[in-house]
């Protein structure tokens, strides 16, 4: 069972608009959650990195938010851009010295004039 | 900020040959390289963690014999994909380790087409 889910699978909005994206793990012990945003045919970009003790992260208009205790964490995309189609993948971390990373399975963003 | 770079991006073979994927840390030094394998609408899977001037550590299902690890340098890993097949057709994605800040950076990727 992958111990990180994300929601929606897809989802598709309108230039200008807002969306949240969100992200579920089991991964413990918990060492730090990214967002990586990946274009079509491209490798995966870091937004963002959060350790244990933050709460939120922000880039630009892109802002994560983690909940430990929940072991849930969201991505806020604000005023949508075309250029933001992409997936969105959630990756967590078990330890700081573990490389084995946890990959969701993404959340495709398709953004629309 | 740290680059990661493959090469070639994109490459068709044709069935039985073989296929080298270069991976180089520009700026960083990594001890530590990954192998991701990526199907269409799915995320990255690890094939293999490669460490430098030891053997790679294979994940459970990835043959070591079809896909070859070297890990030579610290700025550089190779793959090598012995007698391709069709079903071998995948994005390849690597990533490097920054044996400093241990930040894990990717690189663009490689589109593999067996034909």
């Known amino acids: 069972k992958n111990q990180v889910e994300q929601s929606p699978q897809s989802l598709i909005i309108l230039e200008g608009k807002n969306c949240t994206l969100q992200?579920?793990?089991?991964?413990?012990?918990?060492?730090?959650l990214r967002w990586y945003k990946q274009d079509t045919g491209r490798g995966p970009v870091s937004l963002t990195i959060?350790?244990?003790?933050?709460n939120t992260k922000s880039n630009g208009r892109y802002t994560a938010t983690l909940d430990a205790d929940t072991k849930q964490s969201s991505l806020h995309i604000t005023a949508s851009q075309l250029s933001d189609s992409a997936s969105y993948i959630c990756?967590?971390?078990?330890?700081?010295?573990?490389?084995?990373?946890?990959f969701g399975a993404g959340t495709t963003v398709t953004v629309r004039a | 900020g740290a680059v990661v770079s493959q090469h070639p991006s994109r490459v068709i073979c044709k069935s039985g040959t073989s296929v080298k994927i270069e991976c180089r840390s520009l700026d960083f030094q990594a001890t530590t390289m990954f192998w991701y394998r990526q199907f269409p609408k799915q995320s990255l899977m690890l094939m293999a963690t490669?460490?430098?001037?030891?053997?790679?550590?294979?994940e459970q299902g990835v043959e070591k014999d079809k896909f070859l690890i070297n890990h030579a340098s610290l700025t550089l890993s190779t793959l090598t994909v012995t007698s391709a097949h069709p079903e071998d057709s995948s994005f390849y994605i690597c990533?490097?380790?920054?044996?400093?800040?241990?930040?894990?950076?990717f690189g663009p990727g490689t589109r593999l087409t067996v034909t």
């Open positions: 992200c579920n793990y089991t991964v413990s012990p918990f060492s730090n």
């Open positions: 959060m350790t244990f003790s933050e």
């Open positions: 990756v967590v971390s078990v330890s700081f010295n573990d490389y084995k990373l946890s």
């Open positions: 490669s460490n430098e001037g030891s053997k790679a550590t294979y």
């Open positions: 990533s490097a380790r920054d044996r400093t800040s241990y930040e894990q950076y």
